[in-house]
């Protein structure tokens, strides 16, 4: 049994942080990208994680302020959140590649999807 499931979020203040997890269950060997879908927004993708831990950003309002790490021994990825804004405000959700590198694209070349989690930023 395959299975992705992001957790962490919730309500934070402007300028606060929030770490969310993703756990992966039943394969190894992925990469795992992050994505994002604002209040009456389409979902975008904001960064992806090789299995080896190389990184690479798809949106400019990650940059500086959004790290995603990961603990193969555990199957778990992160994403830690600083200096949080109001915009930063919507659902957060992670996905596994078919490979082990970011593909730099979606969603075709994510098998596996987490079910999401709610990230709310107050002013």
């Avoid at 499931?5 to 269950?25: D, E, F, H, K």
């Amino acid at each position: 049994q395959v299975q992705v499931v992001a957790s962490g979020g919730g309500l934070v203040q402007a300028g606060g942080s929030l770490r969310l997890s993703c756990t992966a269950s039943g394969f190894s060997l992925y990469a795992m990208g992050w994505f994002r879908q604002a209040p009456g927004k389409e979902r975008e993708e904001i960064l992806c994680i090789s299995w080896s831990g190389r990184t690479t950003a798809y949106t400019d309002f990650v940059k500086g302020r959004f790290t995603s790490s990961r603990d193969n021994a555990k199957n778990v990825v992160y994403l830690q959140m600083t200096s949080l804004k109001p915009e930063d405000t919507g659902m957060y959700y992670c996905a596994a590649a078919w490979g082990d590198n970011c593909p730099g694209s979606w969603p075709n070349e994510y098998g596996y999807w987490g079910q999401g989690t709610q990230v709310t930023v107050s002013s």
